[in-house]
């Protein structure tokens, strides 16, 4: 059970610095080009969430300082 659980925590802390590398990735090449990326608008979707995105961002740095620890 202790080997699922690890691989489970495992598993999601790769897909959330591999997200986490994404978004950044698409904010700057937006930023770079100055146009929409493959339909994509991560600056713009960033701007539309507002005070939710500012939630989802203090979720995330706890989670990083929590893991730390």
């Given at each position: 059970m202790e080997k699922l659980y690890n691989y489970?925590?495992?598993t999601l802390n790769k897909a959330i610095k591999l997200s986490l590398t994404f978004l950044c990735l698409?904010?700057?090449i937006q930023l770079l080009i100055d146009d929409d990326l493959l339909n994509w608008d991560p600056v713009g979707n960033i701007q539309d969430a507002g005070?939710?995105?500012?939630g989802v961002i203090a979720l995330v740095v706890l989670?990083?300082?929590?893991?730390?620890k």
């Amino acid at each position: 059970m202790e080997k699922l659980y690890n691989y489970v925590i495992e598993t999601l802390n790769k897909a959330i610095k591999l997200s986490l590398t994404f978004l950044c990735l698409g904010v700057i090449i937006q930023l770079l080009i100055d146009d929409d990326l493959l339909n994509w608008d991560p600056v713009g979707n960033i701007q539309d969430a507002g005070p939710s995105f500012i939630g989802v961002i203090a979720l995330v740095v706890l989670y990083l300082l929590f893991r730390k620890k």
